[in-house]
């Protein structure tokens, strides 16, 4: 059985122990910065950029999802954005991300949100198949745009 609650403080070295396994997965071992302190910051500091929470399957933590609100001016609605979802892989198959997603549409409506979106590396065809059997589309004319780093210094002219 998977039960998902939301995250505590103490849940914040578990919550980093999954974002270190899921960027292995991604192929981005290295590209990690966050540390406890700032994830401590970011989920539950004075000022929540974000919020978590965590999967536990037969009583164990299997997985986790990152999320916060953007908001469409064409709804005029806010919307919930997942960051992150993880399932450690002995959990894959047991129903943990579909337990993960169907919480985060049902906050998405409690919430009044006019979307519930995310981002999927273009190779993870499992996970693509995934989100397709959920209900989910591809918005496949859409691409992603980042500016970070040196090139985000030097867009702020700074």
């Known amino acids: 059985m998977t039960l998902v609650r939301p995250a505590l403080p103490a849940d914040v070295p578990l919550i980093l122990r999954f974002v ?19 994830l401590e910051e970011a989920l539950f500091g004075d000022r929540p950029a ?3 929470v965590i999967a ?3 009583g164990q933590p299997a997985g986790f999802a990152l999320f916060f609100h953007n908001f469409s ?3 005029g609605r806010r919307g919930l954005y997942l960051e992150d979802l993880y399932v450690t892989p002995d959990a894959r198959g047991a129903g943990v991300g579909t337990a993960l997603l ?3 549409a049902g906050l998405a409506l409690d919430r009044g949100c ?18 397709r059997a959920m209900g989910a589309t591809g918005m496949d004319e859409w691409r992603v745009q ?3 780093a040196d090139a985000l210094v030097e ?3 700074r």
Do not use: C, K, Q
């Open 114 to 131: 006019g979307r519930f979106e995310w981002s999927v590396l273009d190779w993870n065809e499992p996970a693509i198949r995934f989100y």
């Open 56 to 58: 536990e399957h037969d």
């Open 50 to 52: 974000a919020e978590a």
């Open 73 to 75: 001016t064409w709804t």
């Open 20 to 38: 270190r396994e899921l960027a292995e997965f991604e192929r981005e071992p290295d590209a990690v910065h966050a540390t406890e302190p700032m």
């Open 102 to 104: 169907r919480h985060l």
């Open 155 to 157: 867009l702020a002219g």
């Open 146 to 148: 980042r500016v970070a």
